[in-house]
Nanobody, 123 residues
Framework: QVQLVESGGGLVQAGGSLSLSCAAS????????MGWFRQAPGKEREFVAT????????YYADSVKGRFTISRDNTKNTVYLQMNSLKPEDTAVYYC????????????????WGQGTQVTVSS
């Protein structure tokens, strides 16, 4: 089992940047593919990015491709989401999630979730 804690959210102006972190407990972090999802008020949770266990493969939603970068440091049990050129439509609660073995782009395949961190982008 793994516990996830996100941090780094906040308020930023459009065009700005934020860096999110997700710290995982346990000694088997490198066994999990990781993902970032987001949920805006009144909307369903949507996929943002995912990274495989080694960090050598990533995949992004079209809406964030070229602006967001997912990475991980298995020595620190942490996954990151660097967000650049932020837009008001990026405003949401951002969640990290863990899935044993391979990556996925839908929320239902992930087994463990953090509590979320709020990102607000003002226009």
């Amino acid at each position: 089992q793994v516990q996830l804690v996100e941090s780094g959210g906040g308020l930023v102006q459009a065009g700005g940047s934020l860096s999110l972190s997700c710290a995982a407990s346990g000694r088997t972090f490198s066994s999990y593919a990781m993902g970032w999802f987001r949920q805006a008020p009144g909307k369903e949770r949507e996929f943002v990015a995912t990274i495989n266990r080694s960090g050598g493969s990533t995949y992004y939603a079209d809406s964030v491709k070229g602006r967001f970068t997912i990475s991980r440091d298995n020595t620190k049990n942490t996954v990151y989401l660097q967000m650049n050129s932020l837009k008001p439509e990026d405003t949401a609660v951002y969640y990290c999630a863990a899935r044993r073995t391979i990556t996925g782009v839908t929320a239902d395949v992930y087994n463990y979730w953090g509590q979320g961190t709020q990102v607000t982008v003002s226009s």
